[in-house]
């Protein structure tokens, strides 16, 4: 590791995360926007298709945005009003907000203190009679071990949602996380490793979920637009059953299709960069990266770092010192539960989910990174741990 001894205010700031995006991206939007059909349409079933076929699913349904595939899987199993939906609080807030759209109770649940993810032991324990459902989340791109967790909830009759937003590109019992799924949701948002913006994608085992995922997402029609298009038919299309308007742009769609060849690289590089961080961090007592459990492999979407319980220096006051020296870094995952938008849940003590957020921090780690702004960050961390 190269030290560089230059003022911080005359580098440049390193970044958390910037997406990897070129002149393909931008040629495949500008010929979505030239063919003259910018809405839900051909790009998006190619989108689908592609994308299915990356993460072994039999079908994929592309729409808005993550929250909302979580959204329409709930509905789907038939989660409303009354029911009870388990989530880890150790997630962004979206996977709890999916089940108050649906109608149901959001139940927190602890997770495993070194993978961030809900188990049998975790969830157990909160599950009640009119519990319908457990939302697990593959956190920050880490595979929940589902396998464990189905052993619990199959014979109960819950439905299991994958939330998958940061797992693209994961493995889990070596197939691609969203492989033979029976309900999971992948985010396209700009801090995820493939982007078109913002998007989502909602994947499946059953063509007929998929079917009426399509006609939900717009609008409960009977036949698509583009469809329609296609075809050239005049007959009206009929609503069949109230739906929502959760569609993606064709726009979306011809990026999402160009960022996929780009998957294969992203990973094999962030895997890189997060050992190289994993090997020069390993004389700093305590301190712990996130990294493989046993059933699979992490796409290392975020590379957070858990301080130890004695650390020299809070979590606060670490992100400080880094921002002083040009670096940007994030607090950890957050604790769903202990926010005010969830104050009128009963209050429950999460103690691995609570240590998690108040000590953890993601590291800056993407496609781009070079090893001298890695050092950079490397050498900061040492500055203010030791």
């Known amino acids: 590791m190269t030290v560089v001894d230059t003022p911080a205010a005359a580098l440049p700031v390193i970044p958390v995360m910037r997406p990897w995006l070129g002149e393909e991206e931008a040629a495949a939007a500008a010929e979505a926007v030239a063919s003259g059909w910018v809405a839900q349409g051909p790009r998006v079933r190619a989108f689908e298709e592609a994308f299915a076929r990356r993460v072994g699913a039999a079908e994929a349904v592309a729409v808005s945005n993550c929250t909302t595939a979580l959204h329409l899987a709930l509905h789907l199993v038939g989660v409303g009003p009354g029911d009870e939906v388990v989530v880890p609080s150790f997630s962004f807030i979206a996977t709890a907000n999916a089940v108050r759209h649906a109608g149901a109770h959001p139940v927190f649940a602890d997770v495993d203190l070194v993978t961030g993810n809900l188990t049998p032991e975790t969830v157990g324990p909160v599950l009640t009679a009119r519990t319908r459902a457990v939302i697990v989340v593959h956190q920050a791109g880490v595979p929940a071990d589902t396998a464990a967790l189905g052993a619990l909830l199959d014979p109960l009759g819950v439905a299991v949602v994958e939330d998958a937003a940061c797992a693209i ?52 029609m009977s036949v698509s637009a583009a469809d329609r298009h296609a075809t050239g038919s005049v007959a009206p299309e009929q609503y069949l059953e109230p739906g929502f308007n959760y569609r993606m742009t064709d726009v979306q769609a011809a990026i999402g299709q160009v960022q996929l060849t780009r998957l294969d690289a992203m990973v094999a590089r962030r895997r890189e960069l997060a050992a190289r961080y994993r090997a020069l961090l390993a004389d700093l007592p305590g301190v712990r990266l996130v990294e493989d459990p046993p059933w699979g492999t992490t796409n290392h979407q975020s590379c957070w770092l858990l301080l130890p319980e004695d650390s020299p220096v809070g979590r606060d006051e670490l992100l400080e010192s880094l921002a002083a020296a040009g670096i940007s870094g994030r607090r950890g995952i957050m604790a769903a539960h202990l926010e005010p938008a969830y104050a009128d849940r009963p209050r429950v003590h999460l103690p691995a989910t609570e240590r998690l957020t108040a000590d953890s921090l993601v590291l800056p780690l993407f496609h781009q990174m070079t090893a001298a702004e890695q050092d950079r960050v490397v050498e900061a961390l040492h500055a203010a741990l030791r």
Request: a positive charge; proline letters at 4%; charged letters at 20%.
């Open 169 to 220: 590109g994961s493995t889990l019992y070596g197939r691609p996380v969203g492989a033979g799924v029976a309900l999971g949701a992948f985010s396209f948002h700009p801090r995820k490793l493939v982007t078109t913006g913002e998007g989502g994608m909602l994947v499946t085992s059953s063509a007929e979920v998929a079917a009426r995922a399509r006609r939900l997402r717009e609008h409960g």
